[in-house]
């Protein structure tokens, strides 16, 4: 039996519209979900409050077998969910199977959540215990994006849960299935009690009415930059925690001592993976001047060598972007880049979704697709000649996410990072990366710091409570 049978994908009612799913790769439909409107934000608050004290109170070896159970199924049921991620958010089947593993990698670490040290004894002046402990914060409101629906989803709903908190997640429109539906599905199945988590895919309305309503302390978002503002004033507004994840510009500098017969792989996986849509992606490649030439051939050769198409249906590099919207961004900043002088190496077509992985030499500081992020398989490349130049390049973006550095010299690479603002940092490596152990953000326009993994997991989704205890009532002078 199907984990997720469209005829039940959605046990609560919703006062939105009827919402398509549909496959970007050939734009059929796959099936039908109603939309919440931010009138449905208060119901489901006011439900996972009520869900959410018992589920506190539950010893923590109870929550960590729900979150056990709920990693096994996304192995169990991964033939099934493996298809969903592929054609409803345009993932070839290898990312697909990486978003699997996370997810359930993500449930097996928050399981362990459940029973980490909630707190510490304190010294007093008084006569009494003084100690700290951890509590829930109440229910968690998760606004995720489209790219990698279930990870950006999955990594916050599983700690949340497993620390006591009830969750309302708002997932987008384009990937509601494998970005929502399928988590509540997992976590029913799992033996998760009833309302506890809320799934509300809807638009920009919904998540304004989440982040707005006093029933919903914390909101852990993931997406662009400029919504992620506006969720943060919003937040601040209503004086709540606001857990951004945003965008980046990410650099890989890649010294003269490099290897570039190893580096062009990497190089090209950085930029051209899940064609772009990524938040790590490298969109800034900064190549020492010895190398420059043979990279940019190198790099386009490998570009226009990658195969474009179907992922479902044929064995592809690349999938489809996830819409026109998106794809007419990605080649008006290509056209731009090009426009003001870029080069174009390779690609800078696409056939309707379908964007080939493009090269873009002779940029500069006000190349557009240098300059911004472009969210699609788009590498500029750029030059320098001394290791302060590379620094001071990677260093001059509003965003702070990740970074690379190629280097034969390990030691000289942490030491050249260490002059970058970044989340994260990455030795012979490109920038995309990630592990449920990991803390995981940015810095700047890319986020308000690590939000992820262990410590970064219990900071984000539980209050500290001090508490003292006397034997007897405490004397005062009056």
Same mark, same amino acid.
């Given at each position: 039996?199907?984990?997720?049978?469209?005829q039940?994908?959605?046990p609560?009612?919703?006062?939105?519209?009827?919402?398509?799913?549909?496959?970007?790769?050939? #734009?059929?439909?796959?099936?039908?979900? +109603?939309?919440?409107?931010?009138?449905?934000?208060?119901?489901?608050?006011e439900?996972?409050?009520a869900?959410?004290?018992?589920?506190?109170?539950?010893?923590?070896?109870v929550?960590?077998g729900?979150?056990?159970?709920?990693?096994?199924?996304?192995?169990?049921?991964?033939?099934?969910?493996?298809?969903?991620i &592929?054609?409803?958010?345009?993932?070839?089947?290898?990312?697909?199977?990486?978003?699997?593993?996370?997810a359930a990698q993500?449930?097996?670490?928050?399981?362990?959540?459940?029973?980490?040290?909630?707190g510490?004894?304190?010294p007093?002046?008084a006569?009494?215990?003084?100690?700290?402990r951890r509590?829930?914060?109440?229910? +968690?409101?998760?606004?995720?994006?489209?790219?990698a629906?279930?990870?950006?989803?999955?990594?916050?709903v599983?700690?949340?849960?497993?620390?006591?908190?009830a969750?309302?997640?708002?997932?987008?429109?384009?990937?509601?299935?494998?970005?929502?539906l399928?988590?509540?599905? *997992?976590?029913?199945?799992?033996?998760?009690?009833?309302?506890?988590?809320?799934?509300?895919?809807?638009?920009?309305?919904?998540?304004?009415?989440? &982040?707005?309503?006093?029933r919903?302390? *914390?909101?852990s978002?993931?997406?662009?930059?400029?919504?992620?503002?506006a969720?943060?004033?919003?937040?601040?507004?209503h004086?709540?925690?606001?857990?951004?994840?945003?965008?980046?510009?990410?650099a890989?500098?890649?010294?003269?001592?490099a290897d570039?017969?190893? *580096?062009?792989?990497?190089?090209?996986?950085?930029?051209?993976?899940?064609?772009?849509?990524?938040?790590?992606?490298?969109g800034?490649?900064?190549?020492?001047?010895?190398?420059?030439?043979?990279?940019?051939?190198?790099?386009?050769?490998?570009?226009?060598?990658?195969a474009v #198409?179907?992922?479902?249906?044929?064995q592809?590099?690349?999938?489809?972007?996830?819409?026109?919207?998106q794809?007419?961004?990605?080649?008006?900043?290509?056209?731009?880049?090009?426009g003001?002088?870029?080069k174009?190496?390779a690609g800078?077509?696409?056939?309707?979704?379908?964007?080939?992985?493009?090269?873009?030499?002779? *940029?500069?500081?006000?190349t557009?697709?240098y300059?911004?992020? &472009?969210?699609?398989? +788009?590498?500029? &490349?750029r030059?320098?000649?001394?290791?302060?130049e590379?620094?001071?390049?990677?260093?001059?973006?509003?965003?702070g996410?990740s970074?690379?550095?190629?280097?034969?010299?390990?030691a000289?690479g942490l030491?050249?990072?260490?002059?970058?603002?970044?989340?994260?940092?990455?030795?012979?490596?490109?920038?995309?990366?990630?592990?449920a152990?990991a803390?995981? #953000?940015?810095?700047?326009?890319?986020g308000?710091?690590?939000?992820?993994?262990?410590?970064?997991?219990?900071?984000?989704?539980?209050?500290?409570?001090?508490?003292?205890?006397?034997?007897?009532?405490?004397?005062?002078?009056f």
């Amino acid at each position: 039996m199907p984990l997720l049978d469209p005829q039940n994908w959605q046990p609560r009612a919703l006062s939105g519209p009827r919402h398509t799913v549909t496959e970007p790769a050939t #734009g059929d439909p796959l099936g039908t979900v +109603v939309l919440a409107s931010g009138a449905d934000v208060g119901p489901a608050a006011e439900a996972a409050r009520a869900a959410q004290s018992e589920w506190a109170r539950l010893p923590h070896f109870v929550r960590a077998g729900v979150l056990r159970k709920a990693g096994d199924l996304f192995a169990a049921h991964a033939e099934e969910l493996r298809e969903w991620i &592929v054609r409803e958010s345009g993932s070839i089947p290898g990312k697909a199977d990486f978003e699997l593993h996370v997810a359930a990698q993500e449930c097996y670490e928050a399981a362990a959540l459940a029973s980490r040290p909630a707190g510490q004894v304190l010294p007093s002046e008084a006569p009494r215990l003084s100690y700290t402990r951890r509590v829930p914060v109440g229910v +968690v409101g998760v606004i995720s994006p489209f790219n990698a629906p279930l990870i950006l989803s999955i990594r916050s709903v599983a700690p949340a849960l497993a620390l006591g908190n009830a969750v309302v997640l708002k997932p987008d429109p384009r990937t509601a299935v494998c970005g929502g539906l399928s988590l509540a599905a *997992v976590f029913a199945e799992a033996g998760l009690p009833d309302g506890l988590l809320h799934v509300l895919p809807g638009g920009a309305e919904t998540g304004a009415a989440l &982040v707005a309503d006093p029933r919903v302390p *914390v909101i852990s978002f993931t997406g662009s930059t400029a919504a992620g503002r506006a969720v943060g004033e919003a937040a601040g507004r209503h004086l709540k925690r606001a857990h951004l994840e945003l965008g980046g510009n990410s650099a890989l500098i890649v010294l003269e001592d490099a290897d570039l017969d190893a *580096v062009i792989s990497t190089a090209a996986w950085g930029s051209f993976f899940h064609q772009g849509q990524i938040c790590m992606t490298t969109g800034r490649h900064l190549v020492h001047a010895s190398l420059y030439e043979e990279y940019v051939e190198r790099l386009a050769a490998k570009a226009d060598a990658l195969a474009v #198409g179907d992922p479902h249906r044929a064995q592809v590099h690349l999938g489809p972007l996830i819409d026109d919207g998106q794809r007419a961004k990605v080649h008006a900043l290509v056209e731009a880049s090009t426009g003001s002088g870029a080069k174009l190496a390779a690609g800078g077509t696409h056939d309707r979704l379908f964007y080939r992985p493009t090269v873009l030499a002779g *940029v500069d500081d006000d190349t557009p697709a240098y300059a911004e992020e &472009v969210f699609g398989p +788009v590498a500029p &490349v750029r030059s320098f000649t001394t290791a302060d130049e590379a620094a001071a390049l990677a260093a001059r973006s509003s965003y702070g996410l990740s970074l690379g550095i190629v280097t034969r010299d390990a030691a000289r690479g942490l030491d050249l990072a260490e002059r970058v603002p970044t989340g994260i940092v990455h030795i012979n490596d490109q920038t995309v990366n990630d592990e449920a152990v990991a803390p995981f #953000g940015g810095v700047a326009a890319s986020g308000t710091g690590a939000r992820f993994g262990g410590e970064a997991n219990l900071e984000a989704f539980t209050d500290v409570r001090w508490t003292t205890v006397r034997s007897d009532v405490a004397p005062y002078p009056f």
